[in-house]
């Protein structure tokens, strides 16, 4: 520490002043620091496209929560109170409400994976109004369509499991959409719900017990912090199951449907940039994906002794095997 202090005091006055103006970008994230290793550097890409490197003209405050949306609020309060230039709020709607809490004057970009109108962090996608804008990934309203998915993946089984996390602030909309798309395809279903690890052990016991054929695990920042726990207990009860995200199918499970995550933190930070350099968040509009991804897990299918019919193979955008 004494090397460390006269190190520093023997800095060029200009090298010090230089580091103290650099802007400073919050980083708010309902996720953590080990299942986003991949996502930071496409953060950083996205800022480097407008002309920012973290240590050289910037510098960024990270905060994660871990899945413990409870942490959020005090965790955008103290950066609110730090000054940051741009609070970067990503990880899904928990951060982007704490965000839009905090502070009513510093810029915010959030991630999110609803409809941000709905939730009150902007006026319109277009005109965005007050000082928030960013990307919704669309990935909270894709739970029919993942339903549909999953029974073309294992048709026919009687029963399709559904984990949701009843502490994610959309989590009433994802059970609502699944309960009308199950009964327009008079599929039962049943519904467990975690947001804790000792009940992700009683939801998988319990849908174990009540025999499903297969599993919807819904989008869900808490279950991304999981995500190597949760696919290994679908590995355990040989339940086939489908994701939001590719990182799943990567990681063992059968299948994914949804965005590419990385291309979503270059956006965050590409949007982040343009607040540093000048423009207004009402000025940018809240970006939503045009393409969606099916990624399957030949392995894990072998595994599971699921077929895969050359159809659903045609129509996958990946195939690990």
């Known amino acids: 520490m004494t090397f460390l202090g006269g190190a520093a005091a023997a800095w060029p006055l200009a090298a010090r002043a230089q580091q103290a103006a650099m802007p400073v970008i919050g980083f708010l ?12 550097p496409a953060f950083a ?6 002309g920012y490197t973290e240590g050289q003209n910037l510098a960024i405050e990270f905060r994660w929560a871990r ?16 000054r940051v ?12 409400l704490a965000a839009k809490r905090a502070t009513s004057i510093i810029p915010i970009v959030f991630g999110i ?11 319109s996608f277009s005109r965005p109004g007050g000082n928030a804008t960013g990307v919704t990934l669309l990935t909270n309203l894709m739970e029919p369509k993942r339903l549909g998915l999953l029974r073309d993946l294992v048709p026919g089984v009687p029963i ?39 009940e992700l052990e009683a939801a998988f016991a319990a849908l174990t017990r009540e025999g499903i054929g297969g599993l919807l695990v819904t989008a869900d920042p ?3 912090t999981r995500r190597e726990q949760i696919v290994g207990l679908a590995s355990r009860q040989r339940v086939p199951a489908i994701y939001q995200f590719r990182e799943y199918a990567v990681a063992g499970g059968l299948m994914s449907y949804g965005v590419s995550i990385t291309d979503a933190y270059r956006s965050y930070g590409v949007y982040a940039a343009k607040i ?19 990624v399957i897990n030949l392995k894990t299918a072998k595994a599971l002794g699921v077929k895969i019919s050359d159809n659903m193979l045609s129509l996958a955008d990946e195939v690990i095997e």
């Open 113 to 123: 994976g609803g409809d941000p109108v709905r939730l009150g962090l902007v006026q």
């Open 276 to 294: 540093l350099n000048g423009a207004k968040p009402t000025e940018l509009p809240v970006l939503q994906p045009t393409k969606f991804e099916t």
């Open 160 to 198: 399709v499991g559904v984990l949701l996390n009843p502490n994610f602030a959309q989590a009433s909309v994802q059970l609502q959409q699944i309960e009308d798309a199950a009964r327009s395809i008079n599929q039962r279903i049943v519904v467990a719900k975690a947001s804790t690890d000792e």
């Open 222 to 224: 808490y279950f991304d």
């Open 29 to 40: 994230s309902s996720r953590s620091p080990e299942d986003s290793t991949h996502l930071i």
């Open 67 to 82: 899945g413990r949306y409870d942490l959020l609020p005090a965790m955008a309060a103290e950066l609110v109170s730090r």
């Open 85 to 96: 230039a741009v609070l970067t709020a990503v990880g899904g709607e928990p951060s982007a």
């Open 45 to 50: 890409t996205g800022l480097a496209e407008g």
